[in-house]
């Protein structure tokens, strides 16, 4: 060959590796360029390792019956129990370690050993066999970025894994790992794993367990115990196999463990739980609570997944027996039931029934809680508060009313009552008797006497948080807003607990994660009701159930109880209690107003299901315990005393009958002097000349009856007494007649009508008679707060005939 043609090949070979090298080095500069723009857009938007709440774990709430026992727990996506360290086996770190990151404790964050064992083995096998990634990763990866497999996320990965070795010590690195990690079946963190697989807590867990479980962290479904076991027991013997061939167990312990069988707990896969309308209940308090967050969101984070301990006050076994009282009315078309009982002395809530069926898919209505959500109308059971308001007025359990239906009046507007579904009436009844018996007419006047807007008030003293409008209707359970069971049980443990209210607690206390309490009620114990009065009003609702409309309700040991129909028994309860406990039942259809005359064959009145439910529920609920009696009626010990009212001593047979009223005193309370005024032969005062106010006042005081006449004169301006009938210095006996001329001024001035000033004002009023040519005499009597100013009476009445210049006397509430 040439030298020529040698030169020109050297020439060219030169030049293709010239090429060559170009190639390689542009592909060396393109793959760098690409690697570091690829790593500047995964290091652009790292999550901030200062940021607590990207690393701060979900955890699961647990809800305590009173006895310390769960009722049930509380998450959002993830179930998980924080444990320290500490609390974790060693058995368990190094299975862990053993399967997962045999070098944990000598690498960075990385094993780039690892990485490269897990690609050749993925390259053999032709698919992806092994993970190159360590716990530290696995850790980031579960915390702080998305599970996506690209690039960019193995970049994050690896350098927050490093960023939180710099940080973090390695046992604080496996702890959060280890409560962390999914373990399958809906359990994350080796806590809630222990105890959804096994049934015990993590720091119980033996070799055998250990390496099941960490078996299952490759992939969960494809390991579960619950899906294919053998497949689970030779995941389990591999991890024991590596911990061998690691010398973290020795042989022996490594081939005992290999034949245990794997004893996996039983998977629940009821959503069930107990007293589920009380749990509801316990939920939406914490959700009200700005204790726990400002906004809805943020206190459902606190409740869902703040690892909050909630300790109640529910009794798992008095909430079984509520409901099976409650199964009394079992068939599908039968009314619901809603039952509340609370201790008196703690107003701690022992049962709640809230429904027929919390859990049913078909009812759409199934979880309204009726016992706190539902307000219906309380029927006679609401007579209770007209009781209390007016003994708290004392008034005399004996003192007698009119039983027979009527036309009332109130404000002027006509108001029908009649005695229909639970009690009857005729002639004059007590209030006691009237109470046993439910008798409508009674309560219907009665409320008028005391006021509307004063049962009203004694309604939410007692308990009663619902709206009541005073209305005299309130008094027959006709309300506008309605009550609901919590809230009448609440008001009889007021009664039962001698008139000392305690708000009802559902709730004890709350911890944190840390136990340290968050929230925690007591009871408040606040008199709102002198407790003769509740001892008065307990001997009167005992009697309801030993005679009267409560007899189905009779537990055989001391028990006082209101039944309640509403009108068309659409609505019936009984509520009552014993000295230890108090409970509301309410039998009704929820979502629309039924007349239950048909239900078993039978209409359903508050004596009816509602106290047999009652009956059956405090049965079985206090069966055992001794029987305790409630505080003595302050009528059993004290005397009944006439007294004379113009004087307030002993009355005697001189004084007026008018002013004579009956009066209970407790012993050494009452008076001891007899009334002198009013004697025998009484001399009538001269009365002659005087402002007829004036007058009837003084005769009424000496015991007189007065018989008013009018008459003209000249001489005597309108309003003055021009005679009387028998003359003064006459001897008569006390309530004896005095009939006094009055004077309506000259004869040319008569003929006018007296207007209707009732119910105005008291300037309104005096202006209206001024207007009208009269003169007024104000009188101001003590009347209920919505009458003050406002004109209760007149004299002469309106529609009379007066002259003009004469006086009108009104008398104004004050």
């Known amino acids: 060959m040439s030298r020529t043609k040698r030169q020109k090949r050297i020439k060219k070979r030169s030049s293709l590796k010239r090429r060559v090298l170009l190639i390689i080095a542009f592909c060396i500069i393109a793959t760098s360029i690409f690697a570091l723009v690829t790593l500047g857009q995964a290091l652009h938007d790292l999550p901030d390792l200062n940021n607590k709440n990207l690393g701060k774990m979900a955890q699961t709430s647990k809800i305590y019956d009173d ?14 129990i924080v444990i320290p360290l500490t609390k974790i086996p060693k058995v368990v770190q190094k299975a862990v370690i053993a399967i997962e990151d045999e070098r944990f404790y000598s690498h960075r964050g990385v094993d780039f050993l690892a990485i490269a064992r897990a690609l ?11 993970g190159g990634s360590t716990i530290t990763q696995q850790y980031v990866k579960q915390t702080y970025i998305s599970p996506q497999r690209t690039i960019n996320r193995k970049i994050k990965e690896a350098f927050l894994a490093y960023e939180i070795e710099k940080r973090y010590s ?6 959060m790992y280890l409560n962390t990690v999914y373990f399958g079946n809906g359990n994350y963190g080796i806590e809630t794993a222990a105890e959804s697989f096994f049934g015990k807590k993590a720091d119980k867990l033996n070799l055998s367990e250990a390496a099941t479980l960490a078996g299952l962290i490759r992939s969960p479904g494809y390991y579960s115990p619950y899906i294919d076991s053998k497949r689970t027991q030779q995941r389990r013997n591999l991890v ?6 690691q010398k973290m167990i020795s042989r022996l312990q490594a081939r005992l463990a290999k034949k245990a069988p794997i004893k996996a707990h039983p998977q629940k896969y009821s959503s069930t739980y107990a007293a589920p309308y009380f749990v509801e209940y316990v939920k939406s308090l914490i959700m009200k609570d700005k204790k726990f967050g400002t906004t809805e969101q943020e206190r459902a984070n606190v409740l869902y997944k703040g690892g909050l301990k909630i300790y109640t006050t529910i009794n798992l076994t008095m909430q079984a027996n509520a409901e099976t009282a409650a199964k009394i009315l079992n068939y599908p078309t039968d009314p619901a039931v809603s039952l509340v009982a609370i201790n008196p002395e703690s107003g701690h809530v022992k049962a709640m029934v809230g429904g027929k069926d919390f859990f049913d898919p078909k009812n759409k209505q199934a979880k309204f809680n009726l016992a706190t959500q539902g307000r219906r109308q309380a029927g006679s059971s609401f007579k209770v508060f007209v009781l209390a308001t007016a003994l708290d007025k004392d008034y005399s359990p004996y003192k007698t009313y009119n039983s027979s239906p009527g036309t009332l009046y109130w404000q002027g507007t006509p108001w029908r009552v009649d005695n229909y579904t639970e009690g009857r009436g005729y002639g004059s009844m007590s209030l006691s008797e009237a109470t046993v018996r439910s008798v409508n007419a009674v309560f219907a006047r009665l409320i008028l006497d005391v006021g509307p807007e004063n049962v009203a008030e004694m309604a939410h003293k007692l308990g009663i948080v619902s709206p009541v409008d005073p209305l005299p209707a309130i008094a027959l359970g006709g309300l506008k807003y309605g009550v609901n069971t919590l809230e009448m049980a609440n008001a009889m443990a007021t009664l039962a607990n001698n008139g000392n209210y305690n708000k009802a607690i559902a709730i004890t206390k709350i911890l944190d994660t840390n136990d340290n309490v968050i929230l925690e009620n007591k009871p408040s114990n606040k008199p709102v009701l002198d407790a003769d009065v509740a001892a008065a009003i307990t001997s009167i609702l005992q009697n309801v159930i030993w005679r009267g409309t409560g007899r189905a309700a009779n537990l055989g040991r001391p028990a006082a109880g209101k039944t309640g129909t509403a009108e068309n028994y659409q609505d019936a309860w009984f509520v009552g209690y014993t000295p230890d406990l108090a409970a509301a ?16 064959g039978r209409s359903v009145t508050g004596g009816s299901f509602p106290a047999q439910i009652w009956q059956n529920f405090m049965h079985e609920t206090l069966k055992g315990r001794p029987y305790v009696n409630f505080q003595s009626s302050p009528y059993q010990k004290t005397k009944q005393y006439r007294i004379c009212t113009a004087t307030w001593k002993l009355a005697t047979q001189y004084c007026p009958s008018n002013l004579v009223k009956e009066k209970y005193y407790k012993r050494g309370a009452a008076p001891t002097e007899y009334c002198t005024l009013h004697q025998a032969g009484t001399q009538i005062p001269n009365i002659v000349g005087m402002d007829q106010s004036d007058a009837m006042q003084e005769l009424n005081n000496a015991g007189f009856v007065v018989e008013k006449k009018y008459s003209s004169s000249s001489e005597q301006s309108a309003g003055t007494i021009i005679g009387q009938s028998p003359a003064a210095g006459t001897q008569t006996d006390n309530g004896s007649t005095v009939t006094v001329w009055i ?6 001035n008569q003929s006018q009508t007296v207007p209707d000033i009732t119910g105005l004002s008291e300037s309104a009023a005096i202006q209206n008679l001024q207007s009208n040519g009269y003169n007024s005499y104000r009188v101001y009597e003590k009347a209920a707060s919505k009458y003050k100013g406002v004109v209760i009476r007149q004299e002469p009445e309106q529609g009379s005939n007066a002259a003009k210049g004469s006086t009108v006397t009104v008398w104004i509430g004050s």
């Open 240 to 245: 024991i196999d590596k911990m061998y061939y």
């Open 170 to 175: 390695k046992r604080k690195i496996l702890e």
């Open 67 to 80: 006895q310390g026992k769960i009722i049930t727990p509380l998450h959002a996506e993830q179930n998980r």
């Open 585 to 600: 039942v309410w039998v009704g259809y929820p979502d629309r107003q039924v007349s239950m005359i048909d239900v078993h």
């Open 743 to 748: 004077s309506t001024g000259p004869a040319d």
């Open 120 to 130: 050749y083995e993925d390259i053999r096998n032709r698919k992806i066999v092994e």
